[in-house]
């Protein structure tokens, strides 16, 4: 069986010249490295207190969705602003071109969430995610990630967290 990361496509000058996109829909394109990128996400949960699932969209809803259904816990989306048909928390992303929030309904007081998503690079999503998850009272044990683009530092905007990844 391949290793994980032989399944990630690099795309280079994606979005823009400069830039290498690593592309996760290679791994969910193959039976076996969809499979395996669950797994291992999942083991990273082994033994850990938290009963929500959080998945930023989209690619946060594909990851962390069968995580919670595996782990039989919660999962509540974090969606752009205006997909939720609530009452809503929201916050501006660090780029301050989006804004996304999650249903005030979703987080009481004293849950414990672990937050799934596809990549990690600057952290300012996931920070912003925290900010959502503490604001309603939520507790943010892990952020987990498959694949944390690390020389781009995301996890010193995440200090005091426990931040994980599987690439």
């Known amino acids: 069986m391949k290793k994980l ?24 394109e193959d039976p076996e490295g969809l499979q395996l990128s669950i797994r291992e996400l999942q083991d990273k949960l082994e033994g850990m207190d938290f009963n929500i699932v959080i998945g930023p969209e989209s ?7 069968p995580i919670a259904y595996n782990l ?23 780029y301050g071109s989006a804004e996304i929030e999650i249903h005030k309904r979703s987080i009481k007081p004293g849950d414990k ?22 604001g309603l ?5 892990e952020v ?13 905007k995440l200090k005091g967290y426990k931040v994980d990844s599987v690439i």
């Not at 496509?9 to 592309?23: A, H, L, N, T, W």
């Not at 039989?72 to 660090?94: D, H, M, W, Y």
């Open 72 to 94: 039989q816990k919660a999962f509540v989306p974090i969606r752009k602003k205006g997909k939720l048909p609530c009452e809503t928390a929201s916050i501006n992303l660090e």
């Open 113 to 134: 969430v672990v937050i799934v998503d596809d990549l990690m690079a600057t952290g300012g999503t996931a920070e912003a995610m925290i900010k959502l998850i503490e």
């Open 137 to 141: 009272g939520g507790e943010v044990v």
């Open 5 to 28: 990361e032989e399944y990630v496509v690099s795309i280079p000058d994606y979005p823009e010249k400069g830039i290498i996109f690593r592309d996760v829909t290679s791994i969910l």
């Open 59 to 65: 690619r946060g809803f594909i990851f962390g969705m």
């Open 144 to 156: 987990l990630c498959l694949i944390e683009l690390m020389g781009l530092k995301g996890r010193e």
